[in-house]
Nanobody, 129 residues
Framework: QVQLVESGGGSVQSGGSLRLSCAAS????????MGWFRQAPGKEREGVAI???????SYADSVKGRFTISQNNAKNMLYLQMNSLKPEDTAIYYC???????????????????????WGQGTQVTVSS
C-alpha cells in the first residue's frame, strides 16, 4: 500500500524559507510523476511543482525562481525547498504521486484537472507579512 507522509511545514515571516519533505513507502513503480500541490482557504487545490522519474521538473508560474522540487530515490524522499516566501503562499501543502509514463506539466494538470492516484495528508505552511 502506497503511503505518502509530509513534514516540514510551519510558520515563517515573509521572505523566509521552509523545506518540505515527503516520505514515500510501498511505491514500486519504475515510471512515475510526483508533485507538490497546495490548497489555500477558500480556494481550489492547485499544482505547485512536478518531477518525473527522470528528474524533469515543472513549476507553477507563481513559484518559479523561488521553489525547487527535488527527490532522493535511494531514500524514497521528495522535497520542496521554498525560498522568498510570500503571504500568498499560505496553504496546506500536499505530496502526491501517480504511476504513469508521461507527466503533465503543472499548467497541464490545472487545465485538464487530472488527479494523481496517491496523496499525503498535507502539512500547513503559514507566511505572515
Amino acid at each position: 500500500q502506497v503511503q505518502l507522509v509530509e513534514s516540514g511545514g510551519g510558520s515563517v515571516q515573509s521572505g523566509g524559507s521552509l523545506r518540505l519533505s515527503c516520505a514515500a513507502s510501498g511505491y514500486t513503480y519504475s515510471s512515475y510523476c510526483m508533485g507538490w500541490f497546495r490548497q489555500a482557504p477558500g480556494k481550489e487545490r492547485e499544482g505547485v511543482a512536478i518531477i518525473d522519474s527522470d528528474g524533469v521538473t515543472s513549476y507553477a508560474d507563481s513559484v518559479k525562481g523561488r521553489f525547487t522540487i527535488s527527490q532522493n530515490n535511494a531514500k524514497n524522499m521528495l522535497y520542496l525547498q521554498m525560498n522568498s516566501l510570500k503571504p500568498e503562499d499560505t496553504a496546506i501543502y500536499y505530496c502526491a504521486a501517480d504511476p504513469t509514463d508521461v507527466c503533465l506539466t503543472v499548467q497541464g494538470l490545472d487545465a485538464t484537472e487530472y488527479e494523481y492516484n496517491y496523496w499525503g495528508q498535507g502539512t500547513q505552511v503559514t507566511v505572515s507579512s
